[in-house]
T-cell receptor, first 109, second 116 residues
């Protein structure tokens, strides 16, 4: 069945450093890849998404890259700030959203 | 606009009982999806409703069911509760103008279900 693997499960960086989270998916027909951020005790919120006809998308300090051939996509956060600390979920869809296991990002001041 | 709301926020049940959770989507949103969130399994898709019809479902047993009303409000029911059903149940709404699973989903605060 469909599966999304996400790595790493935890990531700790210093404020100002970059953070990269990687995901691979199994269903080659997947063509929509959102990223959600969930702060402690809060609901998940969409931060960026990419569709399969695009290789890269950027929004201020956040960027997502997609390699359809290799079936993987990545989230890049530059100039990290303490408020970036949260759990990040990648997902892939072909009719239903399949989420990765999540990455707990900790940004130390 | 008011966000997605879920009731109740907390529930404690015992094994074998059944439970009904409710979700009110953002006004104008016609699609409602349900997810189970646990520390070990992350976010798992349960089902998605659009215009009172289930468009897609995940890999959960038949004890998990749902429905959607004409005002887009949705309910999820779990029968014969098991200890492993303890989780945070999130619903999410979207406009529904795209195919199921596409576009931004707006999540509710969740219902924390504890099965004893």
């Amino acid at each position: 069945g469909e599966n999304v693997e996400q790595h790493p499960s935890t990531l700790s960086v210093q404020e100002g450093d970059s953070a990269v989270i990687k995901c691979t998916y199994s269903d080659s027909a997947s063509n929509y890849f959102p990223w959600y951020k969930q702060e402690l005790g809060k609901r998940p919120q969409l931060i960026i998404d990419i569709r399969s006809n695009v290789g890269e998308k950027k929004d201020q300090r956040i960027a997502v890259t997609l390699n359809k051939t290799a079936k993987h996509f990545s989230l890049h956060i530059t100039e990290t700030q303490p408020e970036d600390s949260a759990v990040y979920f990648c997902a892939a869809t072909r009719g239903k959203l399949i989420f990765g296991q999540g990455t707990e990002l900790s940004v130390k001041p | 606009k008011a966000g997605v709301t879920q009731t109740p926020r907390y529930l404690i049940k015992t094994r074998g009982q059944q439970v009904t959770l409710s979700c009110s989507p953002i006004s104008g949103h016609r699609s409602v999806s349900w997810y189970q969130q646990t520390p070990g399994q992350g976010l798992q898709f349960l089902f998605e409703y659009f215009s009172e019809t289930q468009r897609n479902k995940g890999n959960f047993p038949g004890r998990f069911s749902g429905r959607q009303f004409s005002n887009s409000r949705s309910e999820m029911n779990v029968s014969t509760l098991e200890l492993g059903d303890s989780a945070l149940y999130l619903c999410a709404s979207s406009l529904g103008s795209e195919p199921p699973g596409y576009g931004e989903q707006f999540f509710g605060p969740g219902t924390r279900l504890t099965v004893l």
